[in-house]
């Protein structure tokens, strides 16, 4: 009870002040956007520079931390293709996009203040390390099987797939992560490690500054984000997907990790994958026009679940 009172409640409402202060016309929709746009240009950005720049990994092998997430994002990815494929009949595009909402955590507006309120910023320092490959990671794959989803659809179809070679698709894809505010983060905080110097106290204070908004202005904008999804989308669909993510994928990341992770890793590699599904999902699906309403469905319905999912994983990691 004490958990859900420190870690859950405050998080959960703060993005329901978000959500009512979009829903009752406190703020209008472009303020929300451009909290969001904050969080991601300016605040995460700082945080994350400022954690790569001055953590202590105490010898930790970042690599046993990735294995155990990304295993878990695999083994969560496939089955959700597969059984909403078999569930809905859909194309391979929208199979595609239920296995990005499964595995694709919410690691910005969720697990970061929850991470924070929960395992304090040592816990950052773990979390940052699976953001520091994340995105790249999962922006590159899904991208790749999007568009090798997309010829095989239209093969079956009867028409002209499109033809992009991979390496044009990779390139497109560094570059626009070469123009990402987080990647930044990431790499100047490494780049900055590297030397070996401390930050100058006003530059810190600045830095800290900056990356202390992110957890509460993210999660208000989490809420306000939330008006814009609906139950537009097949629901049994969108609860398989939310099973998945919030249950499935959190226990293969415990069972994988256990043995392999310090306890402080442990613990924030699991909440992190116990995270809802986050927006970049719809941005895939908007991007691709294909299974947005399964994707918006999705988010809605995860975040919601996650209330108590989330809940009872910090209970069992206690």
């Not at 494929?85 to 970061?112: E, H, K, Y």
């Not at 994340?134 to 093969?155: F, G, I, K, Y």
């Not at 100058?200 to 814009?228: H, N």
């Not at 099973?243 to 043995?259: D, F, K, T, W």
């Amino acid at each position: 009870m004490q958990i859900i009172l420190t870690v859950i409640v405050p998080i959960f409402a703060v993005i329901a002040v978000g959500f009512l202060a979009a829903r009752l016309k406190l703020l209008d929709d472009a303020v929300g956007e451009g909290l969001a746009k904050f969080v991601f240009v300016i605040a995460v950005p700082a945080l994350l520079f400022r954690t790569l720049a001055t953590a202590n990994f105490a010898g930790a092998n970042p690599l046993f931390l990735w294995f155990a997430y990304f295993l878990a994002v695999a083994l969560t990815w496939a089955p959700a293709t597969i059984l909403v494929r078999r569930l809905i009949g859909t194309d391979r595009r929208t199979g595609i996009i239920a296995g990005i909402s499964a595995s694709f955590a919410n690691t910005v507006f969720v697990a970061i203040p929850a991470v924070q309120r929960a395992y304090g910023d040592e816990g950052l320092e773990a979390l940052f390390l699976i953001i520091a490959i994340h995105m790249p990671v999962m922006m590159t794959v899904a991208t790749l099987l999007m568009e090798r989803a997309a010829r095989l659809d239209a093969l079956e179809n009867g028409t002209a797939p499109p033809t992009v070679s991979a390496l044009t698709t990779v390139k497109r894809i560094a570059v626009n992560l070469s123009r990402n505010a987080i990647i930044v983060g990431i790499l100047c905080g490494l780049v900055w490690r590297l030397t070996g110097l401390a930050l100058p106290g006003p530059v810190e204070d600045v830095v800290r500054l900056l990356g202390s908004t992110a957890g509460p202005v993210s999660l208000f904008a989490m809420g306000m984000s939330l008006t814009r999804y609906g139950l537009r989308g097949d629901l049994s669909s969108a609860l398989v997907v939310s099973a998945l993510s919030l249950v499935l994928m959190p226990a293969i990341v415990y069972v994988v990790g256990v043995e392999l992770l310090p306890p402080l890793w442990l613990k924030v590699a699991v909440l992190t994958a116990a995270c809802p599904a986050g927006v970049n999902c719809y941005l895939f699906a908007s991007y691709f026009k294909s299974g947005e309403k399964l994707a918006a469905t999705a988010i809605l319905v995860s975040t919601l679940l996650s209330v108590v999912t989330l809940a009872v994983w910090l209970a069992i990691l206690a």
